[in-house]
C-alpha cells in the first residue's frame, strides 16, 4: 500500500514589498491532521525559516492562527488539511513574513 500524499503550497512574504514567492511541499497526507500541525512539521523537518503564527488556544477560539487557505480565511488550528492546499496569509492585516501577520 502507498502513503497518500498531499501537494502543500505556500505562499511566502520573505520580503512585505515584494509578491509573493511560491513554495512547493509534498507532505503524507493523514485525515484529520490540522493545517497548523503541518505547518509544525513543515517547520520542525524542512525549513525552520518559514515564519507563521503560532497557536495560542489550539481550539479555534482565539483566532491567532488564521490563514487563507484555498482561498478562504481559515483557523489553521481547527481546518483539517487536504489533499491540494494552498497556504496564504490572511488577508485585511499588515505582513509580517510568510503567513505570519500582525494582528490588532
Ligand atoms: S490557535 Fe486559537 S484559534 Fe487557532
Do not use: W
Amino acid at each position: 500500500m502507498t502513503t497518500p500524499y498531499a501537494r502543500v503550497m505556500i505562499i511566502r512574504r520573505d520580503d512585505p514589498a515584494q509578491p509573493g514567492r511560491k513554495q512547493i511541499f509534498r507532505v503524507p497526507f493523514v485525515p484529520g491532521k490540522t493545517v497548523q500541525q503541518v505547518l509544525m512539521e513543515l517547520f520542525q523537518d524542512r525549513d525552520r525559516t518559514l515564519a507563521f503564527r503560532r497557536y495560542r488556544c489550539n481550539r479555534g477560539v482565539c483566532g491567532a492562527c488564521v490563514v487563507k487557505v484555498n482561498g478562504k480565511p481559515r483557523l489553521a488550528c481547527s481546518t483539517p488539511m487536504t489533499r491540494n492546499m494552498i497556504l496564504e496569509p490572511a488577508e485585511g492585516h499588515p505582513g509580517i513574513k510568510d503567513l505570519a501577520v500582525e494582528l490588532g
